[in-house]
């Protein structure tokens, strides 16, 4: 079964690495990277950039951001240059984790002068084997410095609080196998109602839309970028059947898994 890969840029045991982008324009194949955050900042290029089910101009300056577990691919008509920073979670304190889960995927930039420079500073002390804590407080920054764009929701009227991330985190590692949101909230050391509660107070959604949502989310993506069947797709994301399947994507959707998928390649003709 040929699913979406999955595909690591940094060490196991490395918690963040800065890089320039590469320059080369040659499309990706869509795939995924486990266990870590992706903050892409261009100063040059264009095309496009797909992540999950939404493509984006590239027309730099801009900055893109993956979560993980996200599926994307780049398909550039100019060469691109900038910088990648990849940070796992465990690097972040709460106001740093508050920032990232609420960055949307993609923000334009007027004016990226200063960020950029920042970037280079980052980049220049990461080469020097400047210390964790500096690194740190260099991501922090670039983090609290990248503008928000208008519209954008923003936590200010409730506490920040940690278990609703941690929720977040592990729906992305383990949508496919757990669907309870007790089990969910038995990892977190919480109650199932507190944990609705956090969800509510956050969101205004609780556990189980943000599991559905993550769920089909995935399901579009197989959809959309592999040739696996129906029934393939059904099994990799632990449904008892197809039909069971297929009664969830089309309560979410209105659409068959079918239809979704021929209306998915012919949006990518229309692209191409």
Same mark, same amino acid.
């Given at each position: 079964m040929?699913g979406?890969?999955?595909?690591?840029k940094?060490?196991t045991?490395?918690v963040? $690495?800065?890089?320039?982008?590469?320059?080369?324009?040659?499309? &990706? *194949?869509?795939h995924?990277?486990? +266990?870590y955050?992706?903050?892409?900042?261009?100063?040059?290029?264009s095309?496009?950039?797909t992540?999950?089910?939404? &493509?984006f101009?590239?027309?730099?300056?801009?900055?893109?951001?993956?979560?993980?577990g /996200?599926t994307h691919?780049?398909?550039?008509?100019?060469?691109?240059?900038?910088?990648?920073?990849?940070f !796992?979670?465990?690097l972040?304190?709460?106001?740093?984790?508050?920032v990232?889960? /609420?960055?949307?995927?993609?923000?334009?930039?007027?004016?990226?002068? &200063?960020?950029?420079?920042?970037?280079? !500073?980052? =980049?220049?002390?990461? /080469?020097s084997?400047?210390s964790?804590t500096?690194?740190? %407080?260099?991501?922090?920054?670039?983090?609290?410095?990248?503008?928000k764009?208008?519209?954008?929701?923003?936590q &200010?009227d409730?506490t920040?609080n940690a278990v =609703?991330? /941690?929720f977040?985190s592990?729906?992305n590692?383990n949508y496919? !196998?757990?669907?309870? *949101?007790?089990? =969910?909230?038995?990892?977190? $050391?919480?109650s199932?109602?507190r944990?609705?509660?956090?969800? !509510?107070n956050?969101?205004?959604k609780?556990?189980s839309?943000?599991?559905?949502?993550?769920?089909?989310?995935?399901? $579009?993506t197989?959809l959309?970028n592999?040739?696996?069947?129906?029934k393939?797709?059904?099994?990799?994301?632990?449904f008892?059947? %197809?039909s069971?399947f297929?009664?969830?994507?089309k309560l +979410?959707?209105n659409?068959?898994?079918?239809?979704?998928?021929d209306?998915?390649?012919?949006?990518?003709k229309? *692209?191409?």
């Amino acid at each position: 079964m040929n699913g979406i890969p999955v595909k690591s840029k940094i060490k196991t045991d490395e918690v963040l $690495k800065i890089s320039p982008f590469k320059e080369v324009i040659k499309p &990706t *194949v869509p795939h995924k990277h486990a +266990n870590y955050f992706e903050l892409i900042i261009l100063t040059q290029g264009s095309g496009f950039h797909t992540i999950d089910d939404q &493509t984006f101009d590239v027309n730099p300056p801009d900055i893109f951001f993956l979560k993980p577990g /996200q599926t994307h691919c780049w398909d550039f008509s100019r060469i691109p240059k900038g910088f990648v920073i990849l940070f !796992r979670e465990e690097l972040l304190n709460s106001e740093g984790l508050e920032v990232v889960y /609420q960055l949307p995927a993609h923000i334009s930039l007027a004016d990226g002068g &200063t960020l950029f420079e920042l970037v280079k !500073r980052f =980049y220049q002390d990461y /080469q020097s084997n400047a210390s964790l804590t500096i690194l740190k %407080t260099y991501l922090q920054l670039i983090l609290l410095k990248i503008p928000k764009p208008s519209g954008t929701f923003i936590q &200010t009227d409730i506490t920040f609080n940690a278990v =609703y991330y /941690q929720f977040k985190s592990l729906i992305n590692e383990n949508y496919q !196998r757990i669907k309870k *949101v007790q089990d =969910y909230a038995d990892l977190l $050391k919480v109650s199932a109602s507190r944990l609705n509660l956090i969800c !509510r107070n956050a969101s205004g959604k609780t556990p189980s839309m943000l599991l559905n949502e993550r769920i089909l989310l995935e399901s $579009k993506t197989l959809l959309s970028n592999t040739s696996l069947s129906i029934k393939e797709i059904a099994a990799s994301l632990d449904f008892s059947d %197809t039909s069971h399947f297929v009664k969830f994507f089309k309560l +979410n959707t209105n659409l068959t898994p079918g239809l979704y998928r021929d209306l998915a390649l012919s949006s990518a003709k229309r *692209v191409i």
